[in-house]
């Protein structure tokens, strides 16, 4: 049994431009445009984690951007 623990980097959805007002929301999405990463890239870390042969003997590591 392997576990290790990963972060996926500041993503990009629209969880926190539901909430607030107009001109919080649009503060929101400008920032998460520019530092942000989309869903795909932002799961790139758990997708590598879950199927790559690298981390196959791996344990106990925290992850961020597959490394």
């Known amino acids: 049994v392997t576990a290790n623990s990963l972060h996926p980097g500041v993503v990009y959805t629209e969880i926190l ?5 107009k001109v919080h929301n ?3 999405k400008i920032l998460f445009l520019l530092f942000g990463k989309d869903e795909k ?4 870390t758990s997708v590598y984690l879950a199927v790559s042969d690298d ?3 791996i ?3 925290y ?4 490394k």
């Open 41 to 44: 890239l932002g799961a790139q």
């Open 26 to 28: 649009f503060i929101m």
């Open 59 to 61: 344990s106990g590591e």
């Open 63 to 66: 992850f961020i951007d597959c």
């Open 55 to 57: 981390v196959e003997n």
């Open 17 to 21: 431009t539901k909430e607030g007002n």
